[in-house]
């Protein structure tokens, strides 16, 4: 009986391995369902020891769930190089805005994640089973984007836990994931609130994925990608009319580095 099991396994290992041989969109599936399960074991595995070590709910818990997810990017081959860390080491809370192009984007953000740093994130994710458990043990803010009076309560109140606490706030300004290559235009929340808390926003780019993940042409391979944190910018002194000055400074600071790093760098010319 034990002996057909193993024969059935390794049958179906084995009809799979050939399936993603032969079939880019098979090997998409699997590679990106392998990453589902991950994320759901590695969740559920994760939550209890940030219960037992820290109590509950609480930002010190991205320690043990960054340890758990940086070791995902052995499993599909992913490298990473990082730039300018230091410019993290800045005195007091910070707004840390970053490109957002897709679901592997957690892989990412544990890698350069700074201690004391805690996440905004759209509300639905809390109901994601064992990753939204994990999330919310790891501090997450988590906002109604369909509801601006709520989403505007919200940062107002992140705001006043930033400066009590003294946290960085980590923020996705394009608002939705974008696989394209290229920026989407920001949304002004993140900016908004680096300057009603008068506190930097240290801006973090990520290399386009488009080489080796792009769910349009079914692919998902293996691959590098450079991430470089950029010099912090002052926001001491800015009022709430300054905001738009500040969203398009940090975007086109963000998307000529976004070109840079994938190797496009003559495209900010030529799409400006």
Known sequence: ????????????????HVLTELSAAANFAVRLG????????????????????NGGRTVKNMRIIKAVVKTFKYFFGLR???KGLENFEVEG???????????????????????????????ELVYAGPVGLIIYLG??????????????????????????????????????????GDLLPFKKGAFHLAVQAQVPVIPVVYSSFTTFYNPKKNLFT????????????????????????????????????????????GEVKDSS
């Open 139 to 180: 501090g997450v803010i988590f906002i109604n984007r369909k509801s601006t009076d709520s989403a505007k309560m919200v940062m107002a109140e992140v705001a006043k836990t930033m400066a009590a606490e003294n946290v960085k706030v980590w923020v996705y300004p394009e608002g939705t994931r974008n696989c394209t």
């Open 34 to 53: 392998f990453y589902y399960l991950l994320c759901v074991l590695g969740s559920a595995l994760t939550a209890p020891v940030c219960v037992l070590v």
């Open 222 to 265: 293996s691959g590098k990608i450079k991430v470089e944190v950029l010099p912090p910018i002052e926001t001491k002194g800015l009022t709430s009319d300054d905001v738009s000055d500040l969203t398009d400074r940090c975007f086109h600071i963000m998307r000529e580095t976004l070109f840079k790093l994938s190797g496009h760098p």
């Open 80 to 82: 990473f190089e990082v």
């Open 93 to 123: 809370p910070a707004i840390i805005v970053s490109n957002h192009q897709s679901v592997l984007d957690m892989m990412g953000l544990m890698e350069v994640l700074p201690d004391d740093c805690v996440q905004v994130a759209k509300k």
């Open 1 to 16: 009986m034990e002996l057909g099991w193993l024969l059935w396994g390794a049958a179906l290992l084995l009809g799979l």
